[in-house]
């Protein structure tokens, strides 16, 4: 098992550091994102700006300046709702009605990274400057990765803004917690009295 995990970590040290010679380093930082815990669509958005280069001040659209990105723990990504289920990425193989389709589930237990790469080109305009960018674009499904030679830098995210619960569902929730309190004082009203009646029969 140690000797077939040590040949996957070298094939995915390989997968890694193929095409960086295409790439111009040269001034570019190296942006290390935590996927641990963080929503996909959010997560995805971040990314897709940082690859952009549009958090910097000389952002133009028709050239490449973005960073380096590296993402970690793409396996213990979060989504909401019923995504896991009912999100599917279909394909064709070209053949007469061969139209294949894999949840999301399904998608994260054969391939995590795909998953977020997916959601981040998804987010990038078509042009010609998308492959450059996808280079740049450097997805790990646990937290080892071969950059430690390079001056990384933790991207923070930031803070998930929550929407409040909708009136009619909070006014739902209420009644339904007051309804599962009114049952468990009952419940507990007649244990107490099947013990003063088994009480009452052994002292007469």
């Known amino acids: 098992m140690a000797s077939q995990a040590a040949v996957s970590f070298s094939g995915n040290v390989k997968k890694a550091l193929a095409g960086l ?52 723990n793409a396996k213990d990504v979060c989504v909401t709702g019923r995504k896991l289920t009912d999100k599917f990425y279909r394909w064709h193989t070209g053949y007469v009605g061969h139209l294949k389709e894999r949840s999301l589930k399904d998608q994260l237990a054969k391939d995590p990274t ?20 996808d280079r740049k674009l450097r ?41 599962a309190e009114l049952q468990q004082q009952s419940a507990n009203e007649t244990r107490k009295g099947k013990r003063k009646e088994v009480k009452a029969d052994l002292s007469s």
């Not at 010679?21 to 669509?41: P, S």
């Not at 001040?57 to 970690?72: E, H, K, Q, S």
């Not at 933790?154 to 309804?179: D, F, G, N, S, T």
């Open 21 to 72: 010679r295409r790439i111009n380093l040269e001034g570019l930082r190296w942006r290390v994102f935590d996927a641990k815990g963080q929503v996909l669509g959010r997560l995805a958005s971040q990314i897709s700006t940082v690859v952009q280069g549009k958090d910097k001040p000389t952002y133009a659209p028709n050239r490449d300046d973005g960073d380096m990105c590296i993402v970690l």
């Open 139 to 179: 997805i790990f499904a646990d937290g080892e990765h071969p950059f430690g030679d390079r001056p990384l830098e933790q991207y923070i995210m930031p803070p998930r803004r929550v929407r409040e619960m909708r009136p009619r569902a909070k006014r739902a929730l209420i009644r339904a917690q007051k309804k």
């Open 114 to 133: 795909e998953v977020i790469r997916k959601a981040v080109l998804r987010m990038l305009p078509r042009n010609k400057l998308r492959d450059d960018r």
